[in-house]
């Protein structure tokens, strides 16, 4: 079992950034794929961005790339989201997920999380 555990999310303007954090418990986390959804009331939970075991590999939504990074560090059994230039659409309840493979499917609809965490508000007000 895998428990994941989010922080770092919180109100910021536009144009700002923020940094999200994702703890995971268990010495299995570095063999991996790990990723970041987001959802907004009253819609489905949207992928954001996966990462592979290694960090080799990583893949975005389009409205996202060239503004989100994704990266792991194993030794301290975290990954990131690193979030610059946020607008407003990017206000959602952000959750970290994680995948039972090395490398990620979950960025595609032929596979969903094997676990996820409880979830960080980011609110980006214009």
């Known amino acids: 079992q895998v428990q994941l555990v989010e922080s770092g999310g919180g109100l910021v303007q536009a144009g700002g950034s923020l940094r999200l954090s994702c703890a995971a418990s268990?010495?299995?986390?570095?063999?991996?794929?790990m990723g970041w959804f987001r959802q907004v009331p009253g819609k489905v939970r949207e992928f954001v961005a996966a990462i592979s075991w290694s960090g080799g590999s990583a893949y975005y939504v389009d409205s996202v790339k060239g503004r989100f990074t994704i990266s792991r560090d194993n030794a301290k059994n975290t990954v990131y989201l690193q979030m610059n230039s946020l607008k407003p659409e990017d206000t959602a309840v952000y959750y970290c997920?994680?995948?039972?493979?090395?490398?990620?499917?979950?960025?595609?609809?032929?596979?969903?999380?094997?676990?996820w965490g409880q979830g960080t508000q980011v609110t980006v007000s214009s």
């Open positions: 268990g010495r299995t986390f570095s063999t991996y794929a």
């Open positions: 997920a994680a995948e039972i493979s090395r490398y990620p499917l979950i960025q595609t609809s032929r596979r969903d999380p094997d676990y």
